[in-house]
C-alpha cells in the first residue's frame, strides 16, 4: 500500500491516511510512505478512532522533524494505541521516547530558529518588507510563519529558507503563502542581492496554505520584525572557531565519570563576539536529549525573562558550569541531582577555555553552581545577587537566581514576585551590556 503524501509538512494528508488506514486495518508493514504530487486513493474508512491526547501532541512536533522514517515511526504509534498497546508515559517505551525526542529537537529549533532570524527591512514594489533568512534543521518554517503572521499581522514579511519560503503581505489568514526556497544566500549582502534578483518570480509562485498544525508547545512570542536593532542585520551568528572545536573536543570528555550515564556532552552556544556570558549549572533532560543548553523548561522562562528585559539571546553566548546532565534515575524517571564541587572544579577546564576564547566583559553567574565555577568558593546567591563585581582578570560578574529556582516556587504570588525580580537583575544585566 503506498500513501503519498503531498510535501514533508503535509500533516493533515498524514493524518487522513492514517486514520483510514488503521481504521480498516492495515498493518505498518504493508505501507509505504512517499512524497509525491498525485495522492495515491485511501480505503473508505467506518468508525470512530481515539488517539490519547499526549501522543497527538508528541507527533504533531515529531511530524515536522527531519527524519527521513517518521511517517512510518508515527504511525506504529498510532496502530499501536489504536490497538491498546502503548503505554501512556514516554518513559515507559522506547520507540514513543523516541518521538518524543524528536518533537522535543522540534520545538527547540522551532525556538532557535525565532531567536536567532533578524529581519532585513527591504523595498518591494508594494512598499517595505522586512526579509528573514535562516536554515531550519527541522521543517519548522510553517509553524513559525503562522504564528509570526498571527502576532504581526500588520506588517509585511519574507522568511527565506533553503527547502522554503513563507510571504505575508498582512491582511487576512489566506495572505500567507508558501513558496519555493532559495539557496546560495551566505551572508546579508548575498540575501540582498539574492532577494533583488528572485522575489518577483519567488512571490508569485507562492501559494497559499499549511497543514501544520499550530502546536501550542511552539506558541511563544516571536521577535517582532521591527525591533530596534543592536547592530548591523546579522544573518549568520556563527560561533568562535576556537570554541567550536572545544565544543568537538569536550565531546569525548573523560574528565570525571558523568560522561557515561549522560547522552552526551552539551557544550555552551552563542557568537564569536559575545561580550556576555551567561553561566548555568548543568543540562537538564531535555537538554541532554537535544545537546543545547538551556532549551527545556528552565531555558524557556530565561528566553521570556530576557525578552522582558531587552537581551536579544542571539548576542550572548550561554553555558553551564558542568557539562553533563547529572541525575539519578528513578524508575524511568531521571532526577536532576546538582553537580559537587569536584565535579564543578573539573569542569571548570571547559568553562575557562570559553572564557580565554570569547574574552567576555561580563559574565552572568545565574545559581550557586554558575557562581561557585567561577569564584571557586561557595556562593549565598540571596546574600550576593543583584550588583556587579570585578573579577581579577578584568572581567565583570554578576550573580543572580537560576531560572529553575522559579520554577520550583510552589505558591503563584511568590513565584511572580521572584520573577520580577529576575527580570529586575537582567535589566541591570542589560544596562551594564551597553558599550561603555
Ligand atoms: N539548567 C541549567 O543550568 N542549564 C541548562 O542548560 C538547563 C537547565
Same mark, same amino acid.
Given at each position: 500500500?503506498?500513501?503519498?503524501?503531498?510535501?514533508?509538512?503535509?500533516?493533515?494528508?498524514?493524518?487522513?491516511?492514517?486514520?483510514?488506514?488503521?481504521?480498516?486495518?492495515?498493518?505498518?508493514?504493508?505501507?509505504?510512505?512517499?512524497?509525491?504530487?498525485?495522492?495515491?486513493?485511501?480505503?473508505?474508512?467506518?468508525?470512530?478512532?481515539?488517539?490519547?491526547?499526549?501522543?497527538?501532541?508528541?507527533?504533531?512536533?515529531?511530524?515536522?522533524?527531519?527524519?527521513?522514517?517518521?511517517? *512510518?515511526?508515527?504511525?506504529?504509534?498510532?496502530?499501536?494505541?489504536?490497538?491498546?498497546?502503548?503505554?501512556?508515559?514516554?518513559? *515507559?517505551?522506547?520507540?514513543?521516547?523516541?518521538?518524543?525526542?524528536?518533537?522535543?529537537?522540534?520545538?527547540?529549533?522551532?525556538?532557535?530558529?525565532?531567536?536567532?532570524?533578524?529581519?532585513?527591512?527591504?523595498?518591494?514594489?508594494?512598499? !517595505?518588507?522586512?526579509?528573514?533568512?535562516?536554515? !531550519?534543521?527541522?521543517?519548522?518554517?510553517?509553524?513559525?510563519?503562522?504564528?509570526?503572521?498571527?502576532?504581526?499581522? %500588520?506588517?509585511?514579511?519574507?522568511?527565506?529558507?533553503?527547502?522554503?519560503?513563507?510571504?505575508?503581505?498582512?491582511?487576512?489568514?489566506?495572505?500567507?503563502?508558501?513558496?519555493?526556497?532559495?539557496?546560495?544566500?551566505?551572508?546579508?549582502?548575498?540575501?540582498?542581492?539574492?532577494? *533583488?534578483?528572485?522575489?518577483?518570480?519567488?512571490?508569485?509562485?507562492?501559494? =497559499?496554505?499549511?497543514?501544520? =498544525?499550530?502546536?501550542?508547545?511552539?506558541?511563544?512570542?516571536?521577535?517582532?520584525?521591527?525591533?530596534?536593532?543592536?547592530?548591523?542585520?546579522?544573518?549568520?551568528?556563527?560561533?568562535?572557531?576556537?570554541?567550536?572545536?572545544?565544543?568537538?573536543?569536550?565531546?569525548?570528555?573523560?574528565?570525571?565519570?558523568?560522561?557515561?550515564?549522560?547522552?552526551?556532552?552539551?557544550?555552551?552556544?552563542?557568537?564569536?563576539?559575545?561580550?556576555?556570558?551567561?553561566?548555568?549549572?548543568?543540562?537538564?533532560?531535555?537538554?541532554?536529549?537535544?545537546?543545547?543548553?538551556?532549551?527545556?523548561?528552565?531555558?524557556?522562562?530565561?528566553?521570556?525573562?530576557?525578552?522582558?528585559?531587552?537581551? *536579544?539571546?542571539?548576542?550572548?553566548?550561554?553555558?553551564?558550569?558542568?557539562?553533563?546532565?547529572?541525575?539519578?534515575?528513578?524508575?524511568?524517571?531521571?532526577?536532576?541531582?546538582?553537580?559537587?564541587?569536584?565535579?564543578?572544579?573539573?569542569?571548570?577546564?571547559?568553562? %575557562?577555555?570559553?572564557?580565554?576564547?570569547?574574552? !567576555?566583559?561580563?559574565?552572568?553567574?545565574?545559581?550557586?553552581?554558575?557562581?561557585?565555577?567561577?569564584?571557586?568558593?561557595?556562593?549565598?546567591?540571596?546574600?550576593?545577587?543583584?550588583? !556587579?563585581?570585578?573579577?581579577?582578570?578584568?572581567?565583570?560578574?554578576?550573580?543572580?537566581?537560576?531560572?529553575?529556582?522559579?520554577?520550583?516556587?510552589?505558591?503563584?504570588?511568590?513565584?511572580?514576585?521572584?520573577?520580577?525580580?529576575?527580570?529586575?537583575?537582567?535589566?541591570?544585566?542589560?544596562?551594564?551590556?551597553?558599550?561603555?
Amino acid at each position: 500500500m503506498q500513501v503519498v503524501l503531498t510535501r514533508e509538512t503535509d500533516w493533515e494528508g498524514w493524518r487522513r491516511a492514517t486514520r483510514a488506514l488503521v481504521l480498516t486495518g492495515v498493518a505498518p508493514e504493508k505501507i509505504t510512505w512517499r512524497i509525491g504530487r498525485v495522492p495515491a486513493p485511501l480505503p473508505e474508512a467506518q468508525g470512530t478512532f481515539n488517539v490519547p491526547r499526549n501522543l497527538v501532541e508528541i507527533a504533531a512536533l515529531a511530524f515536522q522533524a527531519h527524519a527521513r522514517d517518521r511517517f *512510518d515511526r508515527l504511525y506504529r504509534l498510532v496502530w499501536r494505541a489504536h490497538h491498546g498497546a502503548l503505554p501512556a508515559a514516554p518513559q *515507559d517505551d522506547p520507540a514513543l521516547a523516541e518521538a518524543q525526542a524528536l518533537a522535543f529537537a522540534v520545538r527547540a529549533e522551532a525556538h532557535r530558529m525565532r531567536t536567532h532570524m533578524r529581519f532585513m527591512p527591504v523595498e518591494d514594489a508594494d512598499g !517595505p518588507r522586512f526579509l528573514g533568512w535562516y536554515a !531550519p534543521q527541522h521543517h519548522v518554517l510553517e509553524a513559525n510563519a503562522q504564528l509570526l503572521a498571527r502576532r504581526f499581522p %500588520d506588517k509585511r514579511w519574507s522568511i527565506l529558507t533553503p527547502e522554503g519560503s513563507a510571504h505575508w503581505d498582512g491582511g487576512g489568514h489566506a495572505a500567507l503563502r508558501f513558496g519555493p526556497g532559495a539557496r546560495g544566500i551566505v551572508d546579508d549582502a548575498t540575501l540582498a542581492t539574492w532577494w *533583488d534578483a528572485h522575489h518577483a518570480a519567488l512571490l508569485q509562485e507562492a501559494v =497559499p496554505g499549511s497543514s501544520v =498544525p499550530e502546536a501550542e508547545a511552539l506558541d511563544e512570542a516571536p521577535r517582532p520584525p521591527d525591533l530596534p536593532p543592536l547592530g548591523p542585520v546579522v544573518l549568520d551568528l556563527a560561533p568562535d572557531p576556537a570554541v567550536h572545536r572545544a565544543a568537538v573536543e569536550a565531546g569525548q570528555c573523560r574528565r570525571c565519570d558523568l560522561w557515561q550515564p549522560a547522552s552526551q556532552t552539551v557544550f555552551g552556544e552563542g557568537p564569536a563576539g559575545a561580550q556576555v556570558v551567561f553561566i548555568g549549572e548543568q543540562p537538564g533532560d531535555q537538554e541532554d536529549v537535544i545537546g543545547r543548553p538551556f532549551v527545556g523548561p528552565a531555558g524557556q522562562l530565561l528566553d521570556r525573562a530576557m525578552e522582558e528585559a531587552g537581551i *536579544d539571546r542571539r548576542t550572548i553566548y550561554i553555558t553551564n558550569a558542568v557539562k553533563h546532565f547529572k541525575f539519578t534515575p528513578r524508575g524511568k524517571r531521571r532526577i536532576h541531582q546538582s553537580p559537587d564541587a569536584t565535579e564543578i572544579q573539573v569542569c571548570r577546564f571547559w568553562l %575557562d577555555v570559553e572564557r580565554v576564547q570569547l574574552a !567576555p566583559r561580563l559574565l552572568v553567574l545565574m545559581g550557586a553552581s554558575g557562581a561557585r565555577a567561577v569564584l571557586g568558593r561557595p556562593v549565598t546567591v540571596t546574600r550576593e545577587r543583584g550588583r !556587579p563585581f570585578a573579577l581579577e582578570d578584568g572581567q565583570t560578574a554578576f550573580i543572580t537566581v537560576h531560572p529553575s529556582y522559579l520554577l520550583r516556587i510552589p505558591d503563584p504570588a511568590g513565584k511572580a514576585r521572584e520573577y520580577r525580580a529576575f527580570v529586575e537583575d537582567l535589566r541591570r544585566v542589560r544596562a551594564l551590556m551597553e558599550p561603555a
